[in-house]
Protein backbone atom coordinates (compact mmCIF):
# COMPACT_ATOMS: atom_id res chain seq x y z
CA UNK A 1 0.00 0.00 0.00
CA UNK A 2 1.33 3.69 -1.28
CA UNK A 3 2.33 5.58 1.99
CA UNK A 4 0.90 9.59 1.63
CA UNK A 5 3.84 11.96 2.39
CA UNK A 6 3.58 14.33 5.26
CA UNK A 7 2.54 17.57 4.16
CA UNK A 8 4.61 20.55 5.71
CA UNK A 9 2.69 23.57 6.38
CA UNK A 10 5.19 26.82 5.54
CA UNK A 11 3.16 30.01 7.15
CA UNK A 12 5.00 33.50 7.07
CA UNK A 13 4.06 37.21 6.25
CA UNK A 14 4.29 38.67 2.83
CA UNK A 15 6.22 41.74 4.14
CA UNK A 16 9.33 40.04 5.53
CA UNK A 17 13.08 41.23 5.22
CA UNK A 18 15.71 39.41 2.97
CA UNK A 19 16.95 37.29 5.71
CA UNK A 20 13.63 35.75 6.56
CA UNK A 21 12.98 35.28 2.25
CA UNK A 22 16.85 33.41 2.48
CA UNK A 23 15.51 31.19 5.94
CA UNK A 24 12.23 30.35 4.12
CA UNK A 25 14.20 29.33 0.90
CA UNK A 26 16.47 27.21 2.78
CA UNK A 27 13.63 25.79 5.31
CA UNK A 28 11.09 25.12 1.48
CA UNK A 29 14.71 22.90 0.28
CA UNK A 30 15.43 21.36 3.49
CA UNK A 31 11.39 20.28 3.52
CA UNK A 32 11.81 18.61 -0.50
CA UNK A 33 15.15 16.87 0.25
CA UNK A 34 12.98 14.92 3.16
CA UNK A 35 10.47 13.94 0.14
CA UNK A 36 7.70 15.87 2.13
CA UNK A 37 5.68 18.15 0.15
CA UNK A 38 5.46 21.73 1.31
CA UNK A 39 2.11 23.55 1.77
CA UNK A 40 1.92 27.42 1.61
CA UNK A 41 -0.22 30.74 1.09
CA UNK A 42 0.43 30.00 -2.42
CA UNK A 43 0.98 33.88 -3.43
CA UNK A 44 4.25 35.18 -5.38
CA UNK A 45 5.39 37.32 -2.36
CA UNK A 46 7.43 36.96 0.98
CA UNK A 47 7.86 33.22 2.56
CA UNK A 48 4.94 31.99 0.29
CA UNK A 49 7.40 32.67 -2.80
CA UNK A 50 10.39 31.73 -0.83
CA UNK A 51 9.67 28.72 0.71
CA UNK A 52 8.08 27.40 -2.73
CA UNK A 53 10.74 28.36 -4.69
CA UNK A 54 13.25 26.62 -2.00
CA UNK A 55 11.66 23.26 -2.46
CA UNK A 56 10.90 23.42 -6.25
CA UNK A 57 14.85 23.87 -6.65
CA UNK A 58 15.31 20.99 -4.37
CA UNK A 59 12.66 19.37 -7.06
CA UNK A 60 9.91 19.01 -4.20
CA UNK A 61 6.53 19.03 -4.12
CA UNK A 62 4.37 22.42 -3.88
CA UNK A 63 0.89 23.22 -2.79
CA UNK A 64 -0.48 26.67 -2.65
CA UNK A 65 -3.61 27.26 -0.81
CA UNK A 66 -4.35 31.06 -2.57
CA UNK A 67 -7.00 33.33 -0.83
CA UNK A 68 -8.17 34.83 -4.29
CA UNK A 69 -10.47 32.86 -6.72
CA UNK A 70 -7.63 33.17 -9.18
CA UNK A 71 -4.53 31.81 -9.58
CA UNK A 72 -3.46 35.62 -10.95
CA UNK A 73 -1.16 35.93 -7.86
CA UNK A 74 -0.08 32.80 -7.24
CA UNK A 75 3.90 31.69 -7.39
CA UNK A 76 5.01 30.15 -10.10
CA UNK A 77 6.84 27.74 -8.24
CA UNK A 78 3.55 25.93 -7.04
CA UNK A 79 3.07 22.37 -8.59
CA UNK A 80 -0.56 22.82 -7.62
CA UNK A 81 -2.44 26.49 -7.40
CA UNK A 82 -5.80 26.01 -4.99
CA UNK A 83 -8.15 29.06 -5.45
CA UNK A 84 -10.11 29.43 -2.34
CA UNK A 85 -11.82 33.29 -2.99
CA UNK A 86 -11.89 32.85 1.13
CA UNK A 87 -9.30 35.48 2.07
CA UNK A 88 -7.85 35.12 4.97
CA UNK A 89 -10.34 31.89 5.99
CA UNK A 90 -8.04 30.02 3.87
CA UNK A 91 -5.44 30.22 6.89
CA UNK A 92 -8.02 26.99 8.63
CA UNK A 93 -7.35 25.24 5.37
CA UNK A 94 -4.02 25.74 5.25
CA UNK A 95 -3.59 24.46 8.75
CA UNK A 96 -6.05 22.10 8.20
CA UNK A 97 -4.44 20.30 5.48
CA UNK A 98 -0.79 20.77 7.02
CA UNK A 99 0.57 17.68 9.30
CA UNK A 100 3.00 19.80 10.86
CA UNK A 101 2.98 23.68 10.70
CA UNK A 102 6.55 26.05 10.76
CA UNK A 103 5.72 29.56 11.50
CA UNK A 104 7.96 31.88 10.39
CA UNK A 105 8.11 35.81 11.03
CA UNK A 106 4.82 37.19 9.73
CA UNK A 107 1.55 39.44 11.21
CA UNK A 108 -2.01 38.63 12.12
CA UNK A 109 -2.75 36.23 9.38
CA UNK A 110 0.63 33.91 10.56
CA UNK A 111 -0.80 34.10 14.15
CA UNK A 112 -4.13 33.12 12.80
CA UNK A 113 -2.69 30.13 11.80
CA UNK A 114 -0.24 29.49 14.57
CA UNK A 115 -3.81 29.84 16.26
CA UNK A 116 -5.82 27.86 14.44
CA UNK A 117 -3.21 24.85 14.48
CA UNK A 118 -2.72 24.93 18.72
CA UNK A 119 -6.73 24.71 18.36
CA UNK A 120 -6.81 21.82 15.90
CA UNK A 121 -4.18 19.79 17.52
CA UNK A 122 -1.53 20.35 14.82
CA UNK A 123 2.59 20.54 15.91
CA UNK A 124 3.54 24.63 15.42
CA UNK A 125 7.57 24.58 15.32
CA UNK A 126 8.01 28.39 15.66
CA UNK A 127 10.95 29.71 13.09
CA UNK A 128 11.85 33.16 14.13
CA UNK A 129 8.48 34.32 14.99
CA UNK A 130 7.71 35.80 18.54
CA UNK A 131 4.53 34.73 19.24
CA UNK A 132 4.14 36.76 22.18
CA UNK A 133 3.51 35.94 25.77
CA UNK A 134 -0.24 34.70 25.44
CA UNK A 135 0.71 31.80 23.63
CA UNK A 136 3.37 31.12 26.71
CA UNK A 137 1.25 28.32 28.24
CA UNK A 138 1.29 26.02 25.22
CA UNK A 139 4.90 26.09 24.83
CA UNK A 140 5.27 24.88 28.36
CA UNK A 141 2.37 22.28 27.52
CA UNK A 142 4.53 21.40 24.05
CA UNK A 143 2.25 22.45 21.73
CA UNK A 144 4.61 25.09 20.52
CA UNK A 145 8.46 24.67 20.01
CA UNK A 146 10.75 27.00 19.02
CA UNK A 147 13.42 26.19 16.43
CA UNK A 148 16.82 28.08 16.10
CA UNK A 149 17.61 27.40 12.53
CA UNK A 150 15.90 25.73 9.30
CA UNK A 151 17.56 22.62 9.84
CA UNK A 152 16.72 22.33 13.53
CA UNK A 153 12.96 23.07 12.78
CA UNK A 154 12.95 20.32 10.08
CA UNK A 155 14.03 17.94 12.41
CA UNK A 156 11.35 19.09 14.82
CA UNK A 157 8.62 18.15 12.34
CA UNK A 158 10.28 14.72 11.99
CA UNK A 159 9.83 14.24 14.92
CA UNK A 160 6.21 15.69 15.35
CA UNK A 161 5.77 13.16 12.63
Known amino acids: MHQRKPVIGVM ?3 KVTASVMDMAHELGG ?3 RRGWVLL ?4 DVGVMAASAR ?8 VVGILPGKSTARA ?3 LDVAIPTGLGDG ?6 YASDVVIACPGALGTLSEVVFAIKHGKPVILLGLDAGSALDKYRRGGK ?3 AHSPNDAVEQAAACL
Open 12 to 14: GGH
Open 54 to 61: GAKEAGGL
Open 90 to 95: RNLINV
Open 75 to 77: SAD
Open 30 to 32: LIA
Open 144 to 146: IRN
Open 40 to 43: CGGR
